[in-house]
Nanobody, 120 residues
């Protein structure tokens, strides 16, 4: 079984910063892609950023230049540094981890979500 524990959400004023963390624990042979998604009230969940085991990074256009994703493979942890936050960044942020179980079997796991609220 794999558990993902997120931390770092909160309430900050516009222009502020937050750093989200997501640590994976349990039976983990290896991890491929780690990422962050968010869901605002009344909207669908959307991709924020992903990072592969090889270090390839993908960002949503809306957060480019403001957010930075990184990972610590030794700790099975992914981070999201969020700067210059805007009210429209308000959402529940979820981490996603793709666990490689076997050569041909992979499974996605989701964190419980952490609330990020940006006040104007």
């Amino acid at each position: 079984q794999v558990q993902l524990v997120e931390s770092g959400g909160g309430l900050v004023p516009a222009g502020g910063s937050l750093r989200l963390s997501c640590a994976a624990s349990g039976s983990i042979p290896s991890i491929n892609t780690m990422g962050w998604y968010r869901q605002a009230p009344g909207k669908q969940r959307e991709l924020v950023a992903t990072i592969t085991s090889g270090g390839n990074i993908n960002y949503a256009d809306s957060i480019k230049g403001r957010f930075t994703i990184s990972r610590d493979n030794a700790k099975n942890t992914v981070y999201l540094q969020m700067n210059s936050l805007k009210p429209e960044d308000t959402a529940v942020y979820y981490c996603n981890v793709e666990i490689v179980l076997t050569e041909h079997l992979r499974h996605d796991y989701w964190g419980q979500g952490t609330q990020v609220t940006i006040s104007s």
